[in-house]
């Protein structure tokens, strides 16, 4: 009985990002790893404002999160802003607040 004995031999591409020698969170700037600040995130190439209608709060963040509703942001900011009295925002991840429509109110 012949045995016969099957050798595949497979090439893998692999795709290396700029920075990829820092942790996540962080991104090579002039030979050095460095956090992202509080209103980026690490998008897998640099640290990128977090787009309006939503945050970072801290440091090293790979993703932003959405303003509760009654909250807005503008592009890039560590914290949501809460509407002003008068206003409101029904919806997370809003990028301003609403008047009241005639007759109704908002206490903050």
Known sequence: MKSIVLVVI???IISVRAGSECEDGYNLVDGKCTICNPGTFDDGAACSECPAGTISKEEGQTKCTDC???HYSLAGQPVC???ERGLYQPEEGSTSCLPCPAGMYSRT
Request: neutral net charge; charged residues 0%.
């Open 10 to 12: 497979t090439t893998a």
């Open 68 to 70: 509760a509703g009654g």
């Open 81 to 83: 802003v809460p509407c």
